[in-house]
């Protein structure tokens, strides 16, 4: 068998070898006639650059010549048709030359200057024939001189056509030098043609002595792979068409309670009855007939140590080298451990859900205690109002100023309380309501929040410094509220200085995450309060200084802190105040995502 192999080595090198010294000769013969013509076109096309060169020169000086016998007063009937017969041969003459150089930059390039010059040269002439049909004599012959001074054809003519002759004897070097080569090609081919002849011979004895190692080698590596095998942690068996073991390993081996050496022994009368499951049979089969493989399959099986297992089943078929009938991998992977993993994630799940549940019912709860709270509340105190009002009118002039200074006290406080459940609603749906995430330009929602400070603090005189702000990723209206909310403060709070400066910045915080400050000179804080800054109607000023009911801070702490960020302030009386918080640096959602 090795022979037969090595010999039909040995001939299909050989054949080569024949198409090889065949082939070659050929194949530089013909390379190099092909760069001979090639050779000799371009030696051609330098002929012919000078002729065109030569030919459009010839051209220009006839129309030239033509307008000079009108101006000496010898009419020649044809001068026009000749002008315009020149323009147009020209035009195609110069196109052709211009193809005809594209593959040498400097021809290329001198082209380019006489197609400028000669364009000129022909408006001119075209001019002087103009100005002869308006008897203007003087004029033409002054159009004839000036394309005789300003576009000189002959001089860059000249110069065409000595690159021209230059390319020439390049190329006909060239030419010489790659008739040589060619010689010199063939020769070595000679040569390496033999050189293939030896090394041919030679290789072919050398393979005979690699495929025998090769052979060893493999036997090695086999019994590698067997080793390997029979270490794997994982049950593995070799089956053959009719589902009898080939091979198993020690894992196998172990958990179903089978000889190492087992052969030929049925599946189904294995394990003490493990493999009996009629569906997995039915799918095995089925990847043997079909070439389907098995994934993943799930089964409960009690091994030889009597534990109740959850196995993953994989199968594939596999194409025996020495046999024309297909074999069955079966691997085994015991995942006891992570059903009852997932069995305790599921029902912690259900736990989850079950308390998921309860606190739906008590915001549901929440939701409708507090809209009965809003409307019970609100009932008595459009009571008052209107009672307090009514007992004005009925009053009337009767009425003295301590009355009607009783009477507003008692509206002012019934607006005040209906304002403060407004408020006390607010800040109870910011904490239940989900969050609307999408991407939130900043710096709109400042402009946004600036425009509504200044509208309702007019003739103030304020100094704004707001620097750009990022896009970041969160709900548009709660952080609407935010900036309203700390950038009317800073507009509340300095309204007692002539000149009120707000400044708002934005930067990333040591943890990258987007830190945005509110500034202001306004009246400040004592430091020693600021733990009550955020809390509910918790305030730090008199409501005669600063109108408030002191809830805007603590809507703001409760949305950043939802958004995943924090929010602290620093102050000091007299000096200003500087309100800080924080949002997650998060990547906003694509337009097409």
């Known amino acids: 068998m090795q022979q037969v192999a090595a010999l039909r080595w040995r001939t299909g090198g050989l054949l080569f070898a024949v198409v090889v010294i065949v082939a070659l000769p050929h194949m530089i013969t013909r390379g190099g006639a092909q760069q001979s013509l090639a050779a000799g076109e371009l030696v051609t096309r330098s002929a012919e650059v000078q002729t065109l060169v030569y030919r459009i020169a010839n051209q220009t000086y006839s129309s030239e010549s033509a307008i000079q016998h009108l101006l000496s007063n010898d009419p020649y009937g044809r001068a026009e048709s000749i002008v315009q017969n020149v323009e147009r041969t020209v035009a195609g003459l110069l196109e052709r030359l211009h193809r005809m150089t594209m593959d040498n930059p400097e021809q290329e390039h001198l082209v380019d200057r006489f197609n400028a010059v000669e364009n000129g040269h022909l408006a001119l002439l075209h001019q002087a024939l103009q100005r002869y049909k308006q008897n203007d004599p003087i004029g033409a012959e002054q159009a004839l001189r000036d394309a005789s001074t300003l576009f000189r054809i002959n001089d860059i003519a000249d110069k065409i056509v000595a690159n021209a002759e230059q390319q020439l004897q390049l190329r006909h070097e060239a030419a010489r030098n790659q008739s040589y080569n060619n010689s010199m090609v063939l020769a070595l081919t000679a040569v390496a043609q033999v050189l293939m002849l030896a090394i041919v011979v030679v290789v072919s004895e050398r393979q005979i002595g690699q495929r025998l190692r090769a052979e060893v080698g493999e036997r090695q590596a086999v019994q590698r792979s067997q080793m390997i095998l029979q270490a794997v942690r994982e049950p593995i068996a070799l089956l053959d068409n009719s589902l009898r073991t080939l091979l198993v390993n020690a894992a196998f081996s172990e958990l179903y309670g ?164 407004d408020d006390l609603l607010v800040f109870s749906r910011l904490g239940r309501g989900a969050l609307r995430l999408q991407a939130v330009d900043m710096h709109s929602l400042v402009e946004e929040a600036r425009a509504l400070a200044e509208w309702e603090a007019p003739g103030r005189h304020i100094v704004w410094q707001i620097d750009p702000l990022p896009i970041v990723v969160g709900d548009e209206n709660m952080l609407r509220t935010v900036w309203q909310n700390l950038v009317g403060n800073a507009v509340k709070y300095t309204g007692q200085r002539d000149t009120a400066q707000i400044d708002i910045t934005a930067r990333h915080d040591d943890a990258g995450d987007f830190e945005f400050t509110v500034a202001d000179n306004g009246a400040g804080f004592d430091m020693r309060y600021v733990d009550k800054l955020f809390g509910v109607f918790q305030r730090l000023h008199k409501a005669s200084d600063f109108p408030g009911n002191g809830i805007g801070l603590a809507n703001v702490h409760r949305i950043v802190t939802r958004h995943g960020g924090r929010v602290w302030a620093e102050g000091e009386p007299g000096a200003g105040a500087r309100f800080h918080f924080t949002l997650p640096a998060v990547e906003p959602p694509s337009v097409n995502g």
């Open 258 to 421: 089978v000889s190492e050496d087992s052969r030929a022994e049925y599946l189904d009368d294995l394990g003490q009855g493990a493999w009996t499951n009629g569906v997995l049979q039915r799918r095995l089969r089925d990847v043997l007939l079909r070439d389907r493989e098995l994934w993943d399959y799930e089964l409960s099986q009690r091994t030889v140590d009597g534990v109740e297992r959850h196995v993953v089943i994989n199968a594939r078929r596999l194409q025996q080298q020495d046999s024309e009938s297909p074999a069955l991998l079966l691997t085994v992977n015991d995942v006891t451990a992570r059903a009852l993993v997932e069995q305790q994630v599921k029902e912690l799940n259900q736990q989850l859900e079950s308390k998921v549940a309860q606190i739906s019912d008590v915001n549901r709860e929440l939701e409708a205690f507090s809209y009965s709270v809003s409307h019970d509340l609100r009932a008595p105190l459009r009571h008052i109002t209107a009672f307090a009002q009514k007992l004005e009118t009925h009053l009337g002039t009767e009425a003295d100023l301590t009355t009607h200074h009783y009477l507003g006290v008692i509206r002012d406080a019934s607006q005040r309380m209906a304002q403060l459940i």
